[in-house]
């Protein structure tokens, strides 16, 4: 059962606050206006001026060199709601959340006695790509257990030009409100985000760019991290796409060899209507060419459900 520490839920209450108090500010698009087509394409772009919840099932497989890390797998649940709101100057104000919660995940535990043991520090995969000392002689692979993770909120400026060109320029940030204490971070983060793309009549191609670094938090570890999500949709008519959208992402902090994780892949979106409410379904797999060596993803496939609440919300 997943419970919500007090700081989480004080934390998802000023998220949700934020995003609920311009729910009834003016709407950039409203659905009903678009095409299924049209709608496809601008889920798909990080600008979009259709408000939407994005829900997010992922599950992942591993490997490395550590015992059983080819055994392992983990499951991500994440919302992420979604409200642009429309300036004066024609662009967008995005205002969006991530509330993730983890399932089961692979978790190292160091044996009690050892001299890498700590009381109330386990080690899940960032802390080993920040760990040398971490062999296969330190300890095994421990349970984990669902709980809700650390909340992101992020607020960006966006636009489509005239000519299709896509920008996007904003401040992302991270809660410290794990309730895994001995395997969250414990750092608020911050740091700038970045996409650039086009739209055009057969799809959407660009790059969202984050860089996020801690803020205040624990000294017993530190993040630095940068990724790049690459997002590509090619329209085939009726709401169908084929898409790609993988996620890249650098540890700066960790030692060599676990640093970058590159996926290859991509999938299929679907969008259809529920009533007046149009709604996109979409799925991908992706295969890890560059992973951790001592635990790493290997396989990660999503499953992404998305209602549109502009226009359907409003009335």
């Not at 004080?10 to 698009?29: P, R, W, Y």
């Not at 550590?66 to 499951?75: F, H, I, R, T």
């Not at 996620?247 to 969008?271: H, M």
């Not at 890890?288 to 290997?298: C, I, K, N």
């Amino acid at each position: 059962m997943v419970e919500i520490s007090n700081t989480g839920l004080v934390a998802i209450v000023v998220v949700l606050g934020c995003i609920s108090g311009v729910i009834h500010a003016e709407e950039t698009k409203n659905a009903e206006d678009l095409s299924l087509d049209e709608i496809t394409r601008e889920l798909s772009n990080p600008v979009t001026g259709l408000r939407s919840i994005f829900n997010d099932f992922e599950y992942r497989t591993y490997q490395g060199s550590l015992p059983d890390a080819g055994q392992k797998s983990a499951w991500i649940y994440e919302f992420r709601p979604s409200y642009p709101i429309k300036l004066s100057n024609g662009k967008n104000l995005l205002m969006r959340a991530t509330i993730p919660i983890y399932g089961a995940q692979p978790i190292w535990e160091v044996a009690f006695g050892h001299p890498l043991w700590q009381v109330d520090i386990s080690h899940p995969d960032w802390r080993i790509r920040q760990t040398p000392e971490i062999t296969a002689d330190t300890g095994s692979f421990g349970p984990s257990h669902a709980h809700f993770a650390d909340i992101g909120f992020d607020i960006a400026l966006g636009g489509v030009s005239d000519n299709g060109f896509i920008s996007m320029y904003g401040i992302a940030t991270v809660f410290p409100t794990s309730q895994d204490i001995s395997a969250r971070r414990g750092h608020w983060l911050l740091g700038p985000e970045v996409a650039f793309g086009k739209i055009a009549d057969w799809g959407v191609i660009g790059v969202w760019a984050t860089h996020l670094t801690d803020a205040t938090g624990r000294d017993d570890a530190a993040t630095n991290d940068t990724m790049l999500e690459l997002f590509f949709a090619y329209g085939l008519g009726n709401g169908w796409q084929v898409i790609s959208s993988p996620k890249i992402t650098y540890d700066w902090e960790a030692v060599k060899g676990e640093k970058l994780r590159l996926p290859i892949g991509g999938g299929f979106a679907k969008t259809s209507r529920l009533s007046r409410m149009p709604l996109k379904f979409s799925v991908e797999a992706h295969y890890f060419v560059v992973s951790h060596d001592r635990l790493g993803p290997e396989w990660l496939m999503t499953l992404n459900v998305t209602p549109v609440l502009s226009g359907w919300l409003m009335k």
